[in-house]
């Protein structure tokens, strides 16, 4: 496989990727990013901690959805990260007039640039 075969292959799994996430986005209420994963789910519980004078973050999602081109099953039910690093949690608005745009049309988002 050649250095650009294999570029091809990422860029149609990440776009793969994107596609899945656009479908499944209604289905859940919270997007939640950490230094090494986003998800998306429908129940976030975030505990600051700390121990030996040190602050940490306690997160647990239940229902979630994982944004990894590696993982082959990105449902999950349960996720439990520890981290001592940002923590951002958003709640996805319900308004189907903020929906994401099908099949990447930008509509007159898309001529800002001219």
Partial sequence: MSAEDLE???TD???QLYREYRDVVGLFSYVVETE???YLA???????RSADGEVYFDLT???????DV???ARFVKNVRVITFKDVNVE??????????????????LGNLGN
Avoid: I
């Fill in 8 to 10: 091809n292959y990422e």
């Fill in 36 to 38: 090494r994963r986003f």
């Fill in 91 to 108: 709640e996805l608005p319900r308004n189907e007039e903020l929906s994401l745009p099908k099949d990447g049309d930008l509509g007159d």
């Fill in 70 to 72: 590696y993982r082959s």
């Fill in 13 to 15: 799994m990440e776009l």
């Fill in 42 to 48: 429908n129940h976030v519980d975030l505990q600051a």
């Fill in 61 to 67: 999602l239940q229902d979630a959805w994982v944004w």
